[in-house]
């Protein structure tokens, strides 16, 4: 949908090819995202990640950047080099990434807005992380999210920014998009998604490069 994008699938999605990215214009992930509680922590499985109940006694990560993070290629086998990229991006590590002049990261995930609230320091987790790593505006998800729906809606989304409608009106064009489809009109299918940072329009040489 949109023009001169780098679209990674499959193998190619990698933790190591995120952290090379140089300033793009929009940043769009789509996979599986996740925010450990207090008794929890990642499991491998066949299909993306599961977090496990480990009890009270369970060792679980002191910094809150540390509970908060995407699977990418890789997150659900064993890494080849775990050292440089074990196919798990926290938002520790998203910290790092450069997005100055980023306009839009659209995390097409679950929980993806879910962080811990430290003293002074505000909700921690991927969307701070994000902010910090320069971006200007990030739609983000407050619980699990269904595939097919979020398909939908990221889809109506991005026709809608298309158009010119700010990056906030445009959210609401599609979620009120998905609550005129029966299938997809209940609450839990379009209301996990919000938008922080800038919500006004992307600016008009980003919207040209975007169209041609």
Same mark, same amino acid.
């Given at each position: 949908?949109?023009?001169?994008?780098?679209? *990674?699938?499959?193998?190619?999605?990698?933790?190591?090819?995120?952290?090379? +990215?140089?300033?793009?214009?929009?940043?769009?992930?789509?996979?599986?995202?996740?925010? +450990?509680?207090?008794?929890?922590? *990642?499991?491998? %499985?066949?299909?993306?990640?599961?977090?496990?109940?480990?009890?009270? &006694?369970?060792?679980?990560?002191?910094?809150? +950047?540390?509970?908060?993070?995407?699977?990418?290629? %890789?997150?659900?086998?064993?890494?080849?080099?775990?050292?440089?990229?074990?196919?798990? +991006?926290?938002?520790?590590?998203?910290?790092?990434?450069?997005?100055?002049?980023?306009?839009?990261?659209?995390?097409?995930?679950?929980?993806?807005?879910?962080?811990?609230?430290?003293?002074?320091?505000?909700?921690?987790?991927?969307?701070?992380?994000?902010?910090?790593?320069?971006?200007?505006?990030?739609?983000?998800?407050?619980?699990?999210?269904?595939?097919?729906?979020? &398909?939908?809606?990221?889809?109506?989304?991005?026709?809608?920014?298309?158009?010119?409608?700010?990056?906030?009106?445009?959210?609401?064009?599609?979620? *009120?998009?998905?609550?005129?489809?029966?299938?997809?009109?209940?609450?839990?299918?379009?209301?996990?998604?919000? *938008?922080?940072?800038?919500?006004?329009?992307?600016? &008009?040489?980003?919207?040209?490069?975007?169209?041609?």
């Amino acid at each position: 949908m949109l023009a001169g994008s780098q679209l *990674l699938k499959g193998a190619r999605a990698t933790e190591r090819a995120l952290k090379a +990215l140089e300033s793009p214009s929009i940043l769009h992930v789509a996979t599986h995202g996740f925010f +450990l509680r207090s008794t929890q922590q *990642l499991a491998r %499985g066949s299909r993306g990640l599961v977090l496990v109940e480990q009890g009270a &006694a369970a060792e679980v990560a002191e910094d809150p +950047l540390l509970k908060a993070g995407l699977a990418l290629a %890789g997150a659900n086998g064993v890494p080849a080099d775990p050292e440089v990229d074990d196919g798990i +991006l926290t938002a520790l590590e998203a910290l790092s990434l450069d997005l100055t002049g980023t306009q839009l990261v659209a995390l097409s995930a679950c929980q993806t807005g879910v962080g811990e609230v430290t003293n002074g320091d505000g909700v921690m987790g991927l969307r701070r992380a994000l902010v910090l790593a320069g971006s200007a505006t990030q739609l983000i998800s407050l619980w699990d999210v269904d595939d097919d729906a979020t &398909a939908r809606l990221m889809e109506s989304y991005y026709r809608s920014l298309l158009t010119g409608r700010s990056r906030r009106d445009a959210l609401q064009d599609a979620q *009120l998009s998905l609550m005129g489809d029966p299938t997809y009109a209940h609450p839990r299918y379009w209301s996990a998604f919000l *938008l922080s940072g800038d919500a006004s329009s992307l600016d &008009a040489a980003t919207l040209r490069e975007l169209k041609n």
